[in-house]
């Protein structure tokens, strides 16, 4: 069964299918990747280490930029993203 949705080969994240649990590995499409926190379905996670200032790339797509360093594994939403259309932060 697929955890996760990868979009794009130039996606730096993954769209979870269903919860992740902290330590979850999930070994998909040739891909390995190992959750370090609890993740919601219908939230992404880390497949790359993200940068703080750095894109978050969706659908091969900048939709913003890392407030902070996200590591591999990690949970990505608003806690740790600003989205481009909303930002008036200069990065």
């Given amino acids: 069964m697929r955890k996760v949705l990868?979009?794009?080969p130039l996606d730096n994240i993954a769209v979870c299918l269903s919860d992740i649990a902290?330590?979850?590995m999930i070994s998909q499409e040739g891909r390995e990747v190992t959750a370090i926190e609890h993740i919601p379905r219908g939230h992404k996670i880390s497949?790359?280490?993200i940068l703080k200032?750095?894109?978050v790339?969706?659908?091969g797509e900048r939709m913003g930029h890392a407030t902070t360093d996200i590591p591999?594994?990690?949970h990505v939403h608003t806690h740790n993203v600003?989205?481009?259309r909303l930002s008036t932060e200069q990065v």
Wanted: hydrophobic content about 40%; cysteine-free; overall charge negative.
């Fill in 53 to 55: 200032s750095e894109g």
């Fill in 57 to 59: 790339i969706k659908y």
């Fill in 6 to 8: 990868f979009l794009s």
């Fill in 47 to 49: 497949i790359r280490g």
């Fill in 22 to 24: 902290a330590g979850e």
């Fill in 72 to 74: 591999v594994g990690a």
């Fill in 82 to 84: 600003l989205g481009d």
